[in-house]
């Protein structure tokens, strides 16, 4: 798996802005849903943004980079922290969600810069992420903690986190659609692709 260096400075980038939206997501106060404070994360939008942007495998590969980034003791991960201790927290599986997230988001969007698609794929790329993420919850939880956490209940509880996030992945992929044609030209294929390169030029 060879990544030329146009790739890699773009993964670079995207590692950059997920570590930089952690610092961001700090300084906003946690928004109220349903009587519940949800705290912000840019996470799950900048990693579908990643998947439709940088395609299916750059985009994990991003995210792959940020989640080791982060077990090696940079301070990347939510609060600004990181450590291999992460691996045994509840919510480390959201951060390999974010692998899942963006490999979806990439694969539906394919090389099409419609905004309804790419608006879809952006949301749909919530559903491997929360599914990785409840599910190495629940293990943590009821395996290591040894603290009941039946699933459906973590479902339910994930609800006002959902909303938001759906809320949030939705813009994402219309900021999506508008950045595609300009700076992304070659994830429309070779003849959108030239005409993108163009225009931007």
Known sequence: MRYTPREIARIALFVALAAASVYLARLIPPI?????GVPVSFMPAISA????????R???????????????GLPVYAGGTGGIGHVLAPTFGFILGFI??????GR?????????RLVVASVLALVPLYAVGIVYMAA????????????AGLVLSMTPFVIKDV???????????????????????????????REGA
């Open 167 to 197: 809320v949030e992945n939705a813009a994402a992929g219309l900021l999506a659609a508008a950045l595609i044609r300009r700076l992304f030209p070659e994830r429309l294929g070779t003849v959108a692709g030239e005409a993108g390169a």
């Open 49 to 56: 943004l990643a998947g439709i942007l940088l395609g299916a």
């Open 32 to 36: 109220v849903i349903f009587g519940t």
């Open 100 to 105: 899942a997230a963006a490999w979806v988001a």
């Open 58 to 72: 750059n985009g994990a590969t991003a995210m792959f980079v940020y989640l080791v980034a982060g077990l090696i």
């Open 140 to 151: 943590v939880l009821n395996l290591y903690l040894h603290q009941p956490a039946p699933i």
């Open 108 to 116: 539906i969007a394919g090389q099409s810069s419609h905004p309804a």
